[in-house]
């Protein structure tokens, strides 16, 4: 019995080329679909889940970096290309899990029994700890910073939408006034 080799492209193109071939086409708001991901990539839609979403992750990073546009997974139906606006969304996701992730890392090494380390290794423990703990400070002060932007944002935000109601409003008022005084 003969063994494919270990890196064998299972066709002419990778799958993951096929499926950036599509979702560089697609604008914000289009969905890809499972389905149509398996009839691109000759397989099934359900047994092969594992193996479309790999391709779909890799597209996805390309078609991030070239085209700027981002994806998010709707759960059994496929990906949405989403609008501009909600790469901020994403982000935020991205930067709750990494805290998350962070602080899990740090319980690695700070609950350690350090009586069967020798002291090079107890100490290198020590120092891991202690960059877990600067960059949970870095975390913290940098949250701080973007939430202190966002309310900036949205103050201006909500100015500018205020600025135009009452623009809207006195353009009324005016219309009403000019009216009036053709009547009288």
């Known amino acids: ?100 992730a962070l602080k899990a890392g740090k319980s690695k090494v700070v609950n350690v029994n350090m009586a069967g380390l020798d002291p090079d290794t107890r100490r290198g423990f020590e120092l891991m700890a202690v960059a877990f703990a600067r960059q949970e400070d870095f975390n913290r002060r940098l949250d701080i910073r973007q939430r202190r932007l966002e309310q900036s944002v949205a103050a201006v935000t909500q100015t500018v939408d205020r600025s135009a109601e009452e623009v809207a409003e006195l353009r009324a008022r005016l219309e009403r006034l000019e009216r009036q005084q053709h009547t009288d």
Request: proline content about 6%; hydrophobic content about 40%.
């Open 1 to 100: 019995m003969t063994l494919a080799p270990p890196f064998q492209p299972k066709g002419e193109r990778a799958r993951w080329r096929i499926i950036y071939d599509v979702l560089a086409a697609l604008g914000p708001g289009d969905v890809l679909t499972y389905d149509r991901c398996a009839g691109l990539l000759d397989l099934d839609p359900l047994k092969d889940r594992g193996l479309i979403q790999g391709a779909v992750r890799d597209a996805a990073r390309r078609n991030e970096v070239d085209n700027k546009h981002a994806i998010e997974a709707i759960p059994n139906k496929g990906y949405r290309v989403v609008e501009a606006v909600e790469h901020a969304r994403l982000a935020k996701n991205y930067q709750r899990r990494s805290v998350v």
